[in-house]
């Protein structure tokens, strides 16, 4: 009878014990030290920031995608260039437009006054589009390396933060002079936890990261693409001219 008792009495001490350890984020977060909880917080924002730029970029060129060939059907479409310029300057242009928009502006200022600069014309019409695409490339860019930030240096500062709570729990275990689980499981469940917030940031962001950037690399090389068919046409027609 007296072992029953003992066993019964051990049974209620465990369930006593499990009871509180229910698994729980914000738990572990609110029982984190101060440091790894600066950790979870920084990792948490990083991934907000991310999703962010994620999700606006991804529309963003979604819409740059669709107003470029808007513009190319209305380019080959045999409409005036004169007309679609005057339709395009009304605008703020990006993309293949704004290349256009520039060479016609540079096109239109040659031929200023009574002698057209033509002889030059090509080259500066070259270069004003390269310049244009450049800043359009860096539009597109702009808050990649973000994404490429946090994809490579998460990883490392949830890792801080395991290491910071495995240090807690070394501690813990050197202050009570005893191993058991109920000891050591804290520090580490929010050692783990700042491990798993680290992934969740950086994954993502490097999945993004390499999908937007192959995007640009696209969205470039199209534009490059017109802008040598646009200098040809003018080019063909500075040589009729001179």
């Keep these: ?27 572990l977060f609110l029982e984190a030290q101060l440091i790894v909880k600066i950790v979870m917080l920084g990792l948490i924002a990083a991934s907000v920031w991310c999703w962010a730029i994620i999700i606006y970029k ?18 080959w479409s045999g409409q005036s260039l004169e007309e679609l310029y005057q339709a395009q300057s009304s605008e703020r242009p990006d993309g293949i437009a704004s290349i ?12 200023e006054g009574d002698k057209p600069a033509l002889s030059s014309l090509a080259n500066r019409i070259d270069r004003v589009m390269t310049m244009t695409l450049s800043r359009e490339g860096e539009e597109m860019e702009r808050g990649l390396m973000v994404l490429a930030s946090v994809g490579s240096a ?7 933060g395991t290491v910071w709570g495995i240090m807690s729990s070394f501690q813990a275990i050197a202050a009570s ?12 469940a929010e ?18 990261y390499n999908k937007l ?4 690399s696209r969205l470039t090389q199209h534009m ?19």
């Design 154 to 160: 998460a990883p490392f500062i949830g890792l801080f």
């Design 100 to 111: 256009f928009v520039a060479a016609m502006k540079e096109w239109k200022r040659s031929h």
């Design 58 to 75: 991804l529309v963003a060129f979604r819409r740059l995608r669709a107003r470029i060939h808007r513009f190319e059907d209305d380019f």
């Design 191 to 208: 050692a783990l936890f700042a491990t798993a917030l680290g992934l969740l940031a950086a994954i993502p962001a490097t999945i993004f």
């Design 213 to 216: 950037a192959t995007d640009v």
């Design 224 to 242: 490059e693409g017109f802008a040598d068919e646009f200098l040809a046409i003018l080019s063909r027609e500075i040589d009729e001219r001179i």
């Design 177 to 188: 002079e005893s191993t058991n689980l109920a000891v050591v499981a804290p520090g580490i």
């Design 1 to 27: 009878m007296g072992l029953l008792s003992q066993v019964g009495g051990g049974v209620e001490a465990g369930a006593e014990l499990a009871a509180p350890g229910e698994f729980s984020l914000i738990g």
